[in-house]
């Protein structure tokens, strides 16, 4: 079969299980990955970061339904590995991953979906609205600016501080 062109194709036809298309769409990714590592990540995790993420996406591809989903997903699964590399290396959590993985163990399905809709509740209205419309209709940075007048950075700061006081509220 021939390469598939479109970026839709690609995903429609590695879901289907031809290895030239997956081949091709961890090509296409590898580029943008390895520049999002070199950000986030210490020079020397740059090369297993991206590799991982590629091993992730090559696995679990099958999950992926909508193009859309996929580089933000394969781009946090780069963050991930990043947080996780440099954990190792510094012997530390800036991120308090230990504490979050305890808390959500200590609760069940339900009490999370009242933790989370309690924590949503808390926000101020601005901040409210953004997550809103990122993680619950999945618009993009560029989307939102635009139904909210602003631009990408106020956006993506504004989402920030709305995540860190979600997380503040959930492990408080």
């Known amino acids: 079969m021939d390469s598939p062109t479109s970026p839709d194709a690609m995903l429609l036809a590695a879901h289907a299980g031809d290895r030239d298309a997956m081949a091709h769409l961890l090509q296409v990714y590898q580029p ?38 996929l580089s933000g997903w394969i781009f ?13 290396a510094l012997k530390q959590d800036p991120y308090e ?14 009490g999370l979906r009242l933790d989370l ?12 609205q953004v997550v809103l419309l990122r993680d ?11 139904r909210l007048g602003l631009d990408a950075p106020a956006v993506k700061s504004r989402l920030h501080r709305a ?7 959930l492990l408080a």
């Open 136 to 146: 619950f209709e999945e618009l993009s940075i560029r989307e939102i600016g635009e």
């Open 117 to 128: 809709a309690a924590a949503l509740e808390s926000l101020p209205p601005p901040a409210l």
């Open 76 to 88: 946090r699964v780069v963050q991930r590995e990043c947080r996780r590399l440099g954990r190792v």
């Open 32 to 69: 943008n990955l390895r520049r999002y590592a070199q950000q986030r990540c210490r020079i020397s995790d740059v090369d297993d970061a991206v590799q991982e993420a590629l091993l992730v996406l090559a696995r679990h591809l099958g999950a992926v339904r909508r193009l859309a989903s």
């Open 163 to 169: 995540r860190v006081m979600i997380r503040e509220y």
């Open 97 to 110: 991953e230990a504490l979050v993985d305890q808390w959500m163990a200590a609760h069940t399905p339900d």
